[in-house]
């Protein structure tokens, strides 16, 4: 997806729409036919916090923050022009970022 070359959360990744600072979302039949996927600045903190619970040492690129897509296909899509979801998107394993996707926006939990 290109997203490799993209080092800040001021580039989006091509195709993405912003809904916030670190929230986007693409028009794209990611899986299966759900019409859309969410992409989000993922720091990967809860990764990190992980490996040091158990104990491993995580390969370092895959650490480097960087723009994640994931599938939405667990939401309800309300509505696509403005962009609504429900529930709230959560990413506990990676990051932890919680919020809400309405009117287009991300507003943080
Ligand atoms: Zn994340």
């Known amino acids: ?6 080092t800040t959360p001021e580039t989006l990744p091509p ?11 693409e028009k ?11 992409w989000h600045w993922c720091d990967k903190s809860e990764w990190r916090a992980k490996a040091a619970r158990e104990g491993w040492t995580p390969v370092e690129d895959a650490m480097c923050p ?3 897509p994931v599938s939405a296909s667990a939401h ?3 509505s696509l022009d403005p ?4 529930p709230s998107v959560y990413w506990p394993d990676c990051c932890g970022m919680h ?8 507003r943080g939990v």
């Open 66 to 68: 960087a723009w994640v």
């Open 99 to 106: 919020g809400w996707i309405r009117d287009g926006q991300w």
């Open 76 to 78: 309800t899509l309300v």
């Open 1 to 6: 997806m290109g997203s490799q070359d993209i």
């Open 28 to 38: 794209d039949a990611f899986d299966g036919d759900y019409p859309i996927c969410v």
């Open 83 to 86: 962009l609504h979801l429900e």
């Open 15 to 25: 195709g993405a729409t912003r809904l916030g600072p670190l929230v986007a979302w």
